[in-house]
């Protein structure tokens, strides 16, 4: 094997780290077993040489990108079918993969399969009854069918209640009716819909005996199985280029009084017999199940991509020098400017608490589905409300940081070579798609103000919102991290608490219950956040402590301090709150400024050997700045090089139109 040269500064960097990063990463994989486990898939996918692109994907046209994206994601499929261990169980294999970043290599914008992969086939098994799940489950997961999950249209999002696309039972041929009755009835987004997918879970209004029985899922062929044309009744498209996703194929897709048998409706949950009788489920939101396990999903992802931004930009910090600190030494290593640590330190905290905090939410998400397979459904509005706080604040936290990765770059993290400005076109979305951040904190709202009530009948308060009913007084500011979260449970508290009482004055003064929420709906949304955060940092707090115990002293250290700047970070950033909210002083934040600026520098020497913890590949990176062994200006310009426009010295468009007009001729 060549011997790879790395840069000085990143060597030594790496020869300051005081703990063992091996350990850090079998830590993230949890477990030893696991990460060589990871290492054999990265081996193996990345041995395949056709899964890489000659040519960078910036410089492909749309139908190229597409084209390309296809060719790898067919090659991609099967390399991983190869890999995979038929006996895990799908939750076995959910969880294992969880650390699994391998796509990253092959897609620098996503693959035109994300939706049969992670909506398509779960919608499948979260909503057909077993005889649909048998045949559909089986076709789909051989990939003898492609399919997608098309909710969304031209004129609903959010308000599913709103959608316009109806599903008319006609018992006399036992079928349903699609049926988009205007334009803004069209499905649009729905990845892999334009010219991927050839089924797709449809969630349309059925109505059958004349009543409107609510959303519910079927299962739709849209396209010939042989020839791929849309079948009759069905009309397709792309939606056109996007700020990322570019390779998702999302589409659009109207229907014309098209037909599809009974059986196609999928009734796991409600159904349909012959004579058109409808029997609902035991929960009309249980149809909403996919969008809950995706957002489980997201938070995951989120950690993930924003390991990649980070591990970027702090190499990349370790290898550019810039300006002077001192008139007398050379140019600093810019990661020694205590702003820039400040920027980027965070961003390492926040990959490792939302990694963390997806784990937990997955193990939660697993005990609760089983719950409802087994008919409870208890934890069900718990498990909603946290799937969406987290999913919110994920999304933007991963945004925020992601973008700071690509700033605190400089000019070069403006580069598609840099791979920032992909990761954040990979993140940013993730605010809007499944569920607007808005719209889902104002669910967690509704929650809280729900569980408000509960306490104050003197109810038990579900597990994460039990905090709300503590009514002892914050006394004394301690500064620990412990005490810090209690602080941040008071905010969440306090905030209720006002905007409930705000929500119940605007009844008062005379508006109706819709009106008097969306009048405090600033401070209900502001409430949902809080609540949020403290769950966030206390779960890191506590999944760090738990699982972290075993670990050698030195990695145990960087860990702590770790959850301890993320503690800070938001006391900080949330003074105004705390100030309204717990006993902080003037003195106390003094204190916690200055120990969030010696936590910066005893994290300085451990940052490079913290984002190798995360142990992504170059080829994952897919980044000039980013590479293990620091040759940052060599990749750039080997990149520069690669712009078609570097292959001929003299463009024509200088012959056509650039020499007569500065000669006066044009
Ligand atoms: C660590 C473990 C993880 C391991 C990971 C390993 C991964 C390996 C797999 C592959 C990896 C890839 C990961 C990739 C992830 C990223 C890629 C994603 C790709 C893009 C996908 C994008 C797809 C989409 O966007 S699909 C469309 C999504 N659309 C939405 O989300 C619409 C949002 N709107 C709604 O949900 C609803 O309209 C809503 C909730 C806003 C309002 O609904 P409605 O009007 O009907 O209800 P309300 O009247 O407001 O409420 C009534 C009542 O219902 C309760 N409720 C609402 N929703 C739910 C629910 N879902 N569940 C339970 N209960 C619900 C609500 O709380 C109310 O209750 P009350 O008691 O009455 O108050
Ligand atoms: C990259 C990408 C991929 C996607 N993939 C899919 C897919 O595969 N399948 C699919 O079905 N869909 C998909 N979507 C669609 C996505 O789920 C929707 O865009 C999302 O649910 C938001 O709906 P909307 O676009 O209608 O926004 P809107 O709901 O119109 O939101 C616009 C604004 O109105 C505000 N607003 C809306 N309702 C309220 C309210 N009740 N209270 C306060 N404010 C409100 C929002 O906060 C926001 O500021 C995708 C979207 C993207 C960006």
């Given at each position: 094997?060549?011997?790879?040269?790395?840069?000085?500064?990143?060597?030594?960097?790496?020869?300051?780290?005081?703990?063992?990063?091996?350990?850090?990463?079998?830590?993230?994989?949890?477990?030893?077993?696991?990460?060589?486990?990871?290492?054999?898939?990265?081996?193996?996918?990345?041995?395949?040489?056709?899964?890489?692109?000659?040519?960078?994907?910036?410089?492909?046209?749309?139908?190229?990108?597409?084209?390309?994206?296809?060719?790898?994601?067919?090659?991609?499929?099967?390399?991983?079918?190869?890999?995979?261990?038929?006996?895990?169980?799908?939750?076995?294999?959910?969880?294992?993969?969880?650390?699994?970043?391998?796509?990253?290599?092959?897609?620098?914008?996503?693959?035109?399969?994300?939706?049969?992969?992670?909506?398509?086939?779960?919608?499948?098994?979260?909503?057909?009854?077993?005889?649909?799940?048998?045949?559909?489950?089986?076709?789909?997961?051989?990939?003898?069918?492609?399919?997608?999950?098309?909710?969304?249209?031209?004129?609903?999002?959010?308000?599913?209640?709103?959608?316009?696309?109806?599903?008319?039972?006609?018992?006399?041929?036992?079928?349903?009716?699609?049926?988009?009755?205007?334009?803004?009835?069209?499905?649009?987004?729905?990845?892999?819909?334009?010219?991927?997918?050839?089924?797709?879970?449809?969630?349309?209004?059925?109505?059958?005996?004349?009543?409107?029985?609510?959303?519910?899922?079927?299962?739709?062929?849209?396209?010939?199985?042989?020839?791929?044309?849309?079948?009759?009744?069905?009309?397709?498209?792309e939606i056109g280029a996007k700020l990322g996703y570019n390779t998702v194929?999302?589409?659009?897709?109207?229907?014309?009084?098209?037909?599809?048998?009974?059986?196609?409706?999928?009734?796991?949950?409600?159904?349909?017999?012959?004579?058109?009788?409808?029997?609902?489920?035991?929960?009309?939101?249980?149809?909403?199940?996919?969008?809950?396990?995706?957002?489980?999903?997201?938070?995951?992802?989120?950690?993930?991509?924003?390991?990649?931004?980070?591990?970027?930009?702090?190499?990349?910090?370790?290898?550019?020098?810039?300006?002077?600190?001192?008139?007398?030494?050379?140019?600093?290593?810019?990661?020694?400017?205590?702003?820039?640590?400040?920027?980027?330190?965070?961003?390492?905290?926040?990959?490792?608490?939302?990694?963390?905090?997806?784990?937990?939410?997955?193990?939660?998400?697993?005990?609760?589905?089983?719950?409802?397979?087994?008919?409870?459904?208890?934890?069900?509005?718990?498990?909603?409300?946290?799937?969406?706080?987290?999913?919110?604040?994920?999304?933007?936290?991963?945004?925020?940081?992601?973008?700071?990765?690509?700033?605190?770059?400089?000019?070069?993290?403006?580069?598609?070579?840099?791979?920032?400005?992909?990761?954040?076109?990979?993140?940013?979305?993730?605010?809007?798609?499944?569920?607007?951040?808005?719209?889902?904190?104002?669910?967690?709202?509704?929650?809280?103000?729900?569980?408000?009530?509960?306490?104050?009948?003197?109810?038990?308060?579900?597990?994460?919102?039990?905090?709300?009913?503590?009514?002892?007084?914050?006394?004394?500011?301690?500064?620990?991290?412990?005490?810090?979260?209690?602080?941040?449970?008071?905010?969440?508290?306090?905030?209720?608490?006002?905007?409930?009482?705000?929500?119940?004055?605007?009844?008062?003064?005379?508006?109706?219950?819709?009106?008097?929420?969306?009048?405090?709906?600033?401070?209900?949304?502001?409430?949902?956040?809080?609540?949020?955060?403290?769950?966030?940092?206390?779960?890191?707090?506590?999944?760090?402590?738990?699982?972290?115990?075993?670990?050698?002293?030195?990695?145990?250290?960087?860990?702590?301090?770790?959850?301890?700047?993320?503690?800070?970070?938001?006391?900080?950033?949330?003074?105004?709150?705390?100030?309204?909210?717990?006993?902080?002083?003037?003195?106390?934040?003094?204190?916690?400024?200055?120990?969030?600026?010696?936590?910066?520098?005893?994290?300085?020497?451990?940052?490079?050997?913290?984002?190798?913890?995360?142990?992504?590949?170059?080829?994952?990176?897919?980044?000039?700045?980013?590479?293990?062994?620091?040759?940052?200006?060599?990749?750039?310009?080997?990149?520069?090089?690669?712009?078609?426009?570097?292959?001929e010295p003299v463009n024509s468009s200088f012959h056509k139109y650039l020499?007569?007009?500065?000669?006066?001729?044009?």
């Open positions: 094997m060549a011997k790879i040269t790395v840069n000085k500064d990143l060597a030594s960097e790496r020869a300051k780290c005081e703990f063992n990063v091996e350990e850090l990463t079998n830590y993230l994989d949890g477990g030893r077993e696991n990460t060589a486990r990871r290492r054999r898939m990265e081996d193996k996918v990345l041995s395949v040489k056709e899964l890489r692109d000659e040519i960078p994907e910036e410089y492909l046209s749309h139908k190229e990108k597409y084209e390309n994206a296809i060719r790898k994601a067919v090659l991609f499929y099967k390399v991983q079918k190869s890999l995979d261990d038929p006996n895990q169980s799908d939750h076995e294999r959910i969880r294992n993969s969880y650390r699994s970043t391998i796509t990253s290599a092959i897609f620098k914008d996503n693959s035109p399969l994300t939706l049969h992969i992670v909506m398509f086939i779960p919608a499948i098994i979260g909503q057909g009854n077993d005889e649909q799940r048998e045949y559909w489950l089986k076709r789909a997961k051989n990939m003898e069918i492609i399919g997608t999950y098309a909710q969304t249209e031209l004129g609903h999002g959010t308000f599913l209640r709103g959608l316009e696309t109806t599903a008319t039972y006609d018992p006399a041929t036992e079928e349903f009716v699609l049926h988009s009755p205007t334009l803004t009835a069209y499905k649009w987004w729905p990845g892999g819909l334009a010219h991927t997918a050839n089924y797709c879970v449809v969630m349309a209004i059925l109505y059958t005996k004349s009543k409107n029985c609510g959303i519910q899922p079927f299962i739709v062929q849209i396209r010939d199985e042989e020839t791929h044309m849309p079948l009759p009744g069905i009309k397709l498209g194929n999302n589409g659009f897709l109207g229907f014309d009084n098209h037909r599809i048998p009974r059986d196609r409706m999928l009734m796991r949950n409600a159904q349909v017999s012959k004579d058109g009788t409808f029997t609902a489920g035991a929960n009309s939101k249980l149809t909403y199940g996919t969008m809950v396990y995706v957002r489980v999903l997201i938070v995951n992802n989120m950690a993930n991509l924003l390991a990649k931004a980070v591990t970027i930009a702090i190499r990349y910090s370790a290898v550019r020098r810039q300006s002077k600190l001192k008139p007398e030494d050379p140019e600093p290593q810019i990661l020694d400017y205590v702003t820039q640590q400040h920027k980027l330190f965070i961003g390492i905290a926040t990959s490792h608490a939302y990694s963390r905090t997806a784990l937990w939410l997955w193990d939660h998400y697993a005990k609760v589905t089983s719950e409802l397979n087994a008919g409870k459904l208890d934890n069900l509005p718990e498990l909603h409300s946290l799937a969406c706080c987290l999913k919110v604040l994920s999304s933007v936290d991963a945004a925020v940081f992601v973008e700071r990765s690509r700033l605190a770059c400089g000019g070069h993290g403006y580069m598609l070579s840099s791979n920032l400005p992909q990761t954040y076109g990979l993140v940013t979305p993730a605010s809007t798609f499944e569920g607007e951040n808005t719209v889902l904190l104002l669910q967690v709202a509704r929650s809280l103000v729900k569980a408000w009530q509960q306490m104050l009948n003197g109810r038990q308060l579900a597990p994460s919102m039990a905090y709300l009913a503590d009514q002892k007084q914050l006394d004394r500011w301690d500064g620990s991290v412990n005490g810090i979260i209690r602080a941040f449970q008071k905010v969440a508290r306090g905030k209720l608490a006002f905007s409930v009482a705000n929500f119940e004055k605007y009844q008062k003064m005379g508006l109706s219950r819709e009106d008097a929420w969306n009048k405090a709906s600033v401070q209900l949304t502001a409430a949902a956040e809080s609540h949020g955060r403290a769950i966030v940092v206390q779960v890191f707090k506590t999944e760090t402590d738990r699982i972290a115990s075993s670990l050698s002293p030195p990695l145990r250290k960087a860990l702590d301090q770790l959850v301890e700047l993320f503690t800070l970070y938001w006391a900080l950033e949330r003074l105004g709150d705390l100030l309204l909210y717990s006993p902080l002083s003037e003195v106390d934040v003094r204190d916690m400024q200055a120990r969030y600026e010696e936590l910066l520098e005893k994290i300085r020497p451990n940052a490079v050997g913290l984002v190798d913890g995360f142990d992504i590949r170059d080829e994952i990176l897919n980044s000039a700045l980013g590479a293990y062994d620091g040759r940052v200006y060599e990749r750039l310009m080997e990149e520069a090089l690669k712009s078609p426009l570097n292959a020499k007569p007009f500065m000669q006066g001729k044009l």
